[in-house]
């Protein structure tokens, strides 16, 4: 058990964890969550002796050892598989000894250790590891230097997975991750046989990973059994239950010091008087818990929706080379209101499509046709670099608008979540989620009909990873997502696009079946059931084509009740002024009627909806 007792942080004069105790069960699986700046990196440099506690204490096992990735990513003239297996120190030390020893009876005990700890199948299992991450064969025999920084950061990761500490200690593991090495690593971790504790804003990785939830917040730490959506049910029901107990205790606590108001001056009540005053005292009050939420944030909408097709693709090739496509063949179509979600390894090309689609880079061959006048809007990660650390969020928007006065400029600073002063701050002093949610501002400042975010949860936290996904859903154009983040993928996607074999396609299975064929867990099975699973695909496919006219319907029925609901919010809001009666009695009659209409429009409408979604549900059985 690893034991947190009474303990206190402070970071340049500020406390980050305030006599906190808690106790981590030996072999649990835990997600330390918290908004960011909260301290949870911090709280993870207290367990490894590298920052000193300002009280209190952490016990944990003697000789347990401590793992985490390293900060620095190996990038030396070795091979991948070497550097991984390099990781068990023990195994290393052993196989040194090994052959420079002389004694036989030396000798016999480094076999048998070597037998103990399982050193012979430690070259399969260090390749199994970095297959699962990303690397095939003939990269694990590669030189680190050959490869970017980002899949060194991975070697690091298979590094110390390999060595398999007592107590490992990943620090958002997935940031470097495509989304096949995050279901895979899902997967590892969940069979980890020691202790782990995981600092992640990846809700799917908190669901099926880890078996208890530690929740930094307010300098408190506390320790919840189950995953991520278990430990905000509880969180509800804890605040719900507090709040009954705290009107309890308002209540009691007005009763008492009305009674000792009344009665202290009286001799003969002066006794009971005094004991309800230290019943007061001693009263600790229930406080207030508040939850968590992040700024909204915002994506420009388009002044008009192109008709469809907005994007067609005959025999498209794409690449950065003539005559050496990184795709080949693409026959494609994207329509106004697509959620497109592109699967592949990384390393495949979906940065290459993604790239070819918005215009930075042309296509080699075939014919890519847009609407007119179509505007795409492209976010990547990496242009976080692009953004100046001296400027400020004004200067940034301002660049974009410099005919436009000073009013405008920061009206669309604050249409970004950047109002008021904030507007003022300097890039280097944003946190990533608002250096992310800045960019995202500026790469839809036009109003897009067609928006390509590239890994657009980094260094984002789960509450501003949950606005992104009602950013994306209320966005009215198409959407293509390169995400790690399943999650997202769920609550977005409508469509999956498989980036693989040098050419894109549509994917007829569902996330969860696209999971099971990376994560390989019954590859023999899956081996017997490949034509059973072709036929269910074209099955599936068919009833698409089948019911596409229905499904037209439902999405239309849809619109119109998101539509009217706004509508409605519209009209109450107007009819809640009361001073319409005296001012304008004949607009108060006029915006009645019209709320009476739209509600029973909205009435009618749900009942189509319904009516449509039970006979698609037929349709589909």
């Known amino acids: 058990m690893i034991t947190l007792h009474d303990i206190s942080l402070r970071v340049a004069g500020r406390l980050l964890i305030d006599h906190a105790t808690v106790a981590i069960p030996e072999g649990a699986r835990v997600g330390l969550v918290g908004r960011n700046g909260t301290g949870k990196t911090t709280l993870f440099r207290a367990i490894t002796g590298d920052l000193a506690l300002e009280s209190g204490d952490i016990r944990i096992p003697s000789g347990a050892r401590i793992g985490q990735v390293a900060q620095e990513a190996p990038a030396g003239p070795e091979r991948l598989i070497d550097v991984v297996l390099a990781a068990d120190t023990e195994r290393a030390a052993l196989l040194t000894e090994r052959d420079i020893t002389q004694d036989p009876a030396r000798i016999a005990e480094i076999e048998l250790r070597l037998v103990d700890i399982d050193a012979h199948a430690a070259p399969a299992r260090a390749a199994r590891i970095l297959a699962g991450l990303g690397f095939d064969d003939a990269a694990q025999q590669r030189p680190c230097s050959e490869f970017s920084g980002g899949w060194r950061m991975r070697v690091a990761l298979a590094a110390i997975l390999f060595a398999e500490p007592d107590l490992l200690l990943l620090d958002e593991p997935t940031n470097y991750l495509d989304l096949e090495g995050t279901l895979w690593l899902q997967d590892y971790l969940a069979r980890y046989p020691r202790t782990v504790l995981i600092v992640s804003h990846d809700r799917e990785l908190l669901n099926e990973s880890v078996s208890y939830i530690l929740h930094l917040d307010r300098a408190k730490l506390s320790l919840w059994r189950g995953g991520y959506d278990s430990f905000e049910r509880q969180r509800a029901e804890k605040q719900v239950l507090d709040a009954k107990m705290r009107a309890k205790q308002d209540a009691r606590r007005k009763h008492m010091e009305s009674f000792v108001e009344r009665f202290r001056a009286k001799a003969s009540k002066a006794r009971q008087a005094q004991s309800r005053l230290k019943a007061l005292a001693r009263m600790a009050p229930i406080s207030e818990e508040v939850g968590e939420s992040a700024a909204a944030i915002s994506i420009r909408h388009p002044t008009r929706i192109p008709s469809p097709p907005i994007l067609t693709l005959d025999r498209v090739s794409a690449g950065y080379d003539p005559g050496k496509p990184v795709l080949r063949n693409l026959t494609l179509r994207i329509d106004h209101d697509d959620r497109i979600a592109l699967l592949g390894p990384n390393g495949n090309g979906k940065s290459t499509f993604a790239k070819m689609i918005s215009g930075r880079l042309p296509a080699l061959g075939g014919d890519m046709v847009k609407a007119a006048g179509l505007e795409i809007a492209y976010l990547a990660q990496h242009q976080l670099d692009e953004l100046v650390a001296e400027e400020t969020v004004y200067d940034h928007v301002r ?186 009695p004949a607009s108060a009659q006029r915006l009645a009627r019209e709320r009476s209409e739209a509600a029973a429009a909205l009435e009618a409408t749900e009942e189509s909806w319904l009516q449509l979604s039970s006979e698609l549900d037929a349709a589909s059985a």
């Open 399 to 584: 660049r974009l608008m410099p005919e436009a006065p000073e009013a405008k400029v920061r009206s669309r600073a604050a249409e970004m979540g950047f109002s008021g002063g904030t507007a003022n701050t300097r890039i280097a002093a944003l946190s990533g989620g608002e250096k992310a949610r800045l960019l995202l501002g500026l790469a839809a400042f036009n109003g897009p009909h067609l928006l390509i975010l590239d890994e657009p949860t980094n260094h984002l936290d789960i509450a501003s990873r949950q606005a992104l996904v009602e950013a994306i859903n209320d966005f009215p154009g198409a959407v293509i997502l390169v995400s790690h983040d399943r999650a997202l993928l769920d609550a977005c996607a409508e469509r999956l696009w498989l980036v693989a074999n040098g050419t894109v396609r549509p994917y007829e299975g569902d996330l969860d079946e696209y999971r099971t064929l990376v994560v390989g867990r019954s590859a023999s099975s899956q081996r017997g059931e490949t034509s059973s699973r072709a036929g269910e695909r074209r099955s599936a496919a068919e009833k698409r084509a089948e019911t596409a006219p229905l499904r037209k319907k439902i999405k239309d029925a849809e619109a119109a009740i998101n539509r009217l609901e706004k509508l409605l919010e519209t009209l109450d809001a107007k009819l809640a002024d009361q001073s319409i009666y005296l001012r304008d």
